[in-house]
């Protein structure tokens, strides 16, 4: 893969992560979303799932909001060391999903976790345009510029 078309792969996972996660964002938003995330798991013949007390609505808020932000970053200055970094979230988030899955049998679950684990491999998938450049990991626009004019 060329660095352009990465550069579109990781705006691509970004804005998957807004439409994904954006309305768990806030604590007008997040009821709904977990109201139609447990009638979509119990159309897939799962349970419905357990209702949120204000404390998983604190930590569901928190993963809304970084990733809302996570989100907006990549979409406005990908890069490949970004993408390599929510490559990693993504395996990480993945492995939640799993173990979550193995403790629940919810099967909504699938639907994040097989698009979730994808997403990491493909923003792992070696880059070709780099490879004449051994050690660096380039970026599409500097997020901060280092020199300063006098």
Known sequence: MHLNQYLYLVRASALYDLLMTTALATPWTLPLAHQLM??????????????????????????????????LLRLM???????????????LF??????????????????????EFLWGVAQWWPVASLQSV?????TSTPLRSTSRTR
């Open 38 to 71: 447990s009638q979509l798991n119990v159309q897939l013949g799962g349970a419905p799932l357990p209702g949120f007390a204000p404390f998983h609505m604190f930590i569901g808020g928190l993963l809304g909001s970084i990733v809302t932000v996570w989100s």
């Open 77 to 91: 200055h990908p890069s490949l060391l970004l993408g390599r970094y929510d490559g990693a979230a993504r395996f």
């Open 94 to 115: 993945s492995s939640w999903m799993a173990w979550t899955l193995a403790q629940t049998d919810a099967p909504v679950l699938w639907l994040l976790l097989v698009p």
């Open 134 to 138: 051994p050690g660096r990991l380039q």
